[in-house]
């Protein structure tokens, strides 16, 4: 058999096989782990379940833990955007943005090599040129973060002897 100049000799179509067995049975069986592994737990009891399912529910701030109208963009507390389509409206996906970026530079954020990728993306999707500019505020904000929680130390565990 022919392939463009190659030959495939009788071993490396049956080496090939083997490959394309032995992946068709990984794939297989990792869709047989996905469907039979245990669904996760509710967090919540059945009266929490039953009014999500309603939609009684007064909804907060992913944030701050505000309670805020279901109509509003974003929170009146801390300004963080809340609403459903906040991120897909083109104006206050704007702010939305800004909210986030500016997380990086003068928030606090868990650090991670993904959540720093992240910012590094996003700011050369939003700012193109400008990105390393962003970059610099970026890494400045990290190491004051590093600074901050060298100059705490290891903080001593609690003790409940009293209880």
Same mark, same amino acid.
């Given at each position: ?34 469907? +039979? ?11 929490? $379940?039953?009014? %999500? $399912? ?10 701050? %833990? ?22 897909? %409206? ?5 702010? &939305? ?8 530079? @003068?928030?606090?954020? +868990?650090? @991670?090599? %993904? ?32 600074? $901050?929680?060298l100059s705490i130390g290891?903080?001593?565990? &609690? @003790?409940? $002897?009293? @209880?």
């Amino acid at each position: 058999m022919i392939f463009g100049d190659q030959t495939f000799d009788p071993e490396r179509r049956g080496g090939y096989l083997v490959v394309f067995v032995l992946g068709g049975y990984c794939l297989v069986s990792l869709a047989v782990w996905l469907v +039979k592994r245990p669904g996760q737990p509710d967090p919540w009891d059945e009266q929490t $379940a039953a009014d %999500l $399912a309603e939609g009684n529910c007064t909804p907060v701030c992913h944030r701050c %833990l505000t309670p805020h109208d279901a109509l509003v963009y974003f929170c009146p507390e801390c300004g963080a955007p809340v609403g459903d389509y906040t991120n897909l %409206l083109p104006f206050p996906r704007l702010f &939305s943005l800004g909210h986030t970026l500016r997380i990086g530079t @003068s928030g606090g954020f +868990k650090r @991670s090599p %993904l959540i720093v990728g992240g910012f590094i993306l996003l700011a050369i999707s939003e700012y193109a040129i400008f990105a390393p500019v962003y970059w610099v505020m970026l890494f400045r904000n990290i190491s004051r973060q590093r600074h $901050a929680e060298l100059s705490i130390g290891p903080q001593p565990p &609690s @003790s409940n $002897a009293g @209880s």
